[in-house]
């Protein structure tokens, strides 16, 4: 078996819905633990918190705006979402 077969076996199967904070309920640590990569309307986004492939949207930070809490606040973009392992 090559590396690459090896590594897809032991990689979970991605989400639905995801997201990078662990105080969100869509967190799944086995799932960011490894690469993954979005591409919405087939360009490769390097800067998405939290993503759905059912609704089509994907969450990025606004600029450098922040919340109370320091965490960014995030605008909601719409369109063809994808999701890959690196």
Known sequence: M????IDAITRPELPDHLSIHAHSPFYNAAVVEHDVG???NDK????????????GWVKVPASKTRDRKGRPLLIKLKGKVEAFYK
């Open 44 to 55: 490769e986004r390097t800067d998405v918190e939290e993503y759905c492939l059912s609704e």
């Open 2 to 5: 090559t590396d690459a077969t």
């Open 38 to 40: 979005i591409r919405l």
